[in-house]
């Protein structure tokens, strides 16, 4: 017998990101008073100065760019995260590939998923019809 239980809890299959998010909230509230004393009290530059301002933006702008960039990868990170395999219900089919639409840029591999998710429907409702 496995001493693996039947589901993996949720910090197995991405739930710590859920954790990490107030901390990301803190980071991003305070990158504006962070950025202003690191260019203005640290490196002790005059504020409305063209120097002061740049450097200020410098250090505001840099960090917030790799915040919400790092949001972007955790969100989509976990909205891949794969649940435990399960009989798909005819619903769950619809839904899901309504959600993968609403998702997908207009690429080729998108193109493909769509054709791959309406067949997906078809087949989910002809078995139903049957």
Request: hydrophobic letters at 50%; proline letters at 7%.
């Amino acid at each position: 017998m496995s001493d693996e239980p039947a589901h993996p809890s949720i910090f197995r299959r991405g739930g710590w990101l859920l954790l990490a998010l107030p901390l990301w909230v803190f980071l991003y509230a305070v990158n504006h008073a962070v950025s202003e004393w690191l260019a203005f009290r640290l490196l002790g530059l005059t504020p409305k100065s063209h120097l002061g301002d740049a450097v200020a933006f410098l250090f505001y702008d840099t960090p917030k760019v790799l915040l919400l960039l790092t949001l972007v990868v955790f969100i989509v990170t976990f909205i891949q995260t794969k649940p435990v395999p399960h009989p798909k219900s005819k619903t769950f089919i619809v839904l899901e590939s309504l959600i993968r639409a609403l998702m997908a840029s207009v690429t080729p591999r998108a193109i493909r998923t769509l054709r791959s998710a309406r067949s997906q429907v078809a087949a989910a409702l002809s078995k139903r019809s049957v």
